[in-house]
């Protein structure tokens, strides 16, 4: 079946832009996660959504960063004003079973590679 | 919070050897820990994962060991093969969803 799909795969932006990122997880996944990977670099935490329960926004990195995810689906990362050190991979995964369930492989999509110039 | 140091940064093998990769870890608490293989233009793909109440866990070539007296797990790749080329990240966490990543292994396997 379909695995998790990011878009779009790449994006260019100017400093000082806003930028949305979109994540469509696989169907069913009750938990979807977003990571930061950048080069060279191993993969930053930086939110996590659960069914309805309230989001762990733990990772992210400043305040403009922002995530929702509507209908339990579809995620959107937004980065406002966008610096130079926001250029990365950007990736979304989703699982299957919430924690504690005894399943905890998260899938991830291909990422979005962020360049802000 | 969790703090993950996976060494070496870069491997290189020859087909048919066996490569090591290896993980240290800060948090006690941690109990969960999986092992992950990203290709070039691809997202990083589970391979294999372990609980902190087992000690070592094999699937075909691939095995990886832990230790939680030390806090240190190590991923072993059997019988490489030119397709086990890739990055290799390990991770950990205390809450299941929450991973803390290493900074990833380069293996490249020479034919």
């Known amino acids: 079946g379909a695995g998790v799909s990011q878009s779009p795969s790449n994006k260019v932006t100017e400093k000082g832009k806003d930028v949305e990122l979109r994540c469509d997880p696989i169907?069913?996944?009750?938990?979807l996660y977003w990571y930061r990977q950048s080069l060279g670099q191993g993969l930053e935490f930086l939110i996590y959504?659960?069914?309805?329960?309230?989001?762990?926004k733990s990772g992210l990195p400043s305040d403009r960063f922002s995530a929702e995810r509507t209908g339990g689906s579809v995620s959107t990362l937004t980065i406002q004003r966008t610096q130079q050190e926001d250029s990365a991979v950007y990736l979304c995964?989703?699982?299957?079973?919430?924690?504690?369930?005894?399943?905890?492989?998260?899938?991830f999509g291909p990422g979005t590679r962020l360049t802000v110039t | 919070g969790e703090n993950v140091e996976q060494h070496p940064s870069t491997l290189s093998v020859q087909e048919g050897d066996s490569a090591v990769i290896k993980c240290t870890y800060s948090?006690?608490?941690?109990?969960?820990f999986p092992w992950y293989k990203q290709e070039l233009g691809k997202g990083p793909q589970l391979i294999i994962d372990?609980?902190?109440?087992?000690g070592e866990k094999k699937d075909q070539r691939i095995a990886v060991t832990l230790n939680k007296t030390a806090k240190h797990f190590s991923l072993h790749i059997t019988e490489t093969q030119p397709e086990d080329s890739a990055v290799y990240f390990c991770?950990?966490?205390?809450?299941?969803?929450?991973?803390?990543f290493g900074a990833g292994t380069t293996v490249t396997v020479r034919a």
């Open positions: 372990i609980r902190s109440n087992v």
């Open positions: 991770a950990a966490s205390s809450n299941d969803y929450k991973l803390s």
């Open positions: 169907s069913g996944h009750t938990a």
């Open positions: 995964a989703s699982s299957f079973h919430a924690p504690g369930t005894g399943s905890y492989e998260q899938y």
């Open positions: 948090d006690s608490a941690s109990n969960y």
């Open positions: 959504f659960q069914g309805n329960s309230a989001p762990d």
